[in-house]
């Protein structure tokens, strides 16, 4: 899938969805076009029985550089679609989270504003060496209007967040995995291959317990303790259901033998 002028590509192989921005030249700027060639991506994902996992990765030297400021300023103050990304995307159809499925950041160079929140909104971030990462809004004026000040601070810690957020300066892959915003960082030739693999081996699993592991990571976090144990126990009886679940669990009995 693509959309009209392939400002977003798309191929399926084994489960596994690669959706790859592609306006290189603009260091894949969120213009209309790219914004919903996102949407549509991850609308198919959600709704793709064939589909288990889906990476998210750009082409060129940028994974995303955020909204496209060339169109921002000739939309001026008529284009209030522009003052909230994520609101921007919203907009052309995709749910608060992109997916209920498993999503993969493949960060190949810079992640900027909102390039950085769509990542954010992804499960997990794997990174080339030369990545950057970063929310320099700040530096123009304004803030993050996607959700970085409130998805940042969540996923690493505060201090080093607020930095970011409160500098607009961006931090490099290593300092990204030091504190665990990034779970690998590989060479840059090998970033779409570990990708792959990583998505592969979570394939391999019944999708309905990760998708119920993945609402309960997503949903449970303001929860009290309790309350998000009896809520995972009850998605857990739910895909205990499951053939693919009943089988395993023989499985598991029979190689215990």
């Not at 609308?43 to 996992?53: A, G, L, M, W």
């Not at 500098?167 to 300092?175: F, L, M, Q, R, V």
Request: proline residues 6%.
């Amino acid at each position: 899938m693509s959309n009209e002028n392939n400002s977003v590509l798309f191929e399926v192989d084994n489960g596994v969805a690669l959706m790859t921005l592609n306006r290189p030249e603009s260091m894949n700027a969120l213009n209309v076009d790219i914004s919903k060639g996102i949407a549509a991506g991850f609308e198919r994902i959600d709704n793709d029985p064939d589909i288990v996992v889906g990476i998210v990765t750009g082409n060129g030297r940028a994974f995303c550089a955020g909204a496209d400021l060339k169109e921002r300023a000739k939309a001026g103050d008529s284009g209030g679609q522009w003052h909230d990304v994520e609101g921007y995307i919203d907009g052309y159809g995709t749910p608060p989270q992109p997916t209920m499925k498993p999503l993969i950041a493949a960060i190949n160079g810079h992640a900027l504003a909102g390039g950085l929140e769509l990542a954010l909104r992804c499960d997990l971030m794997i990174a080339s060496n030369n990545a950057k990462f970063g929310l320099p809004e700040i530096v123009h004026g304004f803030f993050p209007g996607g959700g970085g000040p409130q998805r940042l601070p969540r996923a690493i810690p505060r201090a080093v967040a607020m930095e970011v957020i409160l500098t607009g300066d961006p931090i490099d892959a290593e300092t990204a995995l030091r504190c665990g915003l990034v779970s690998r960082v590989v060479e840059h030739d090998e970033l779409i291959p570990t990708a792959k693999k990583l998505a592969a081996r979570i394939a391999e699993h019944n999708p309905v317990a990760l998708r119920a592991v993945k609402e309960i990571s997503d949903g449970t976090g303001d929860m009290p303790m309790q309350q998000a144990l009896r809520f995972g126990n009850a998605l857990r009886w739910i895909v205990g259901q499951t053939d693919r679940a009943k089988t395993g669990s023989q499985k598991w009995v029979d190689r215990a033998r």
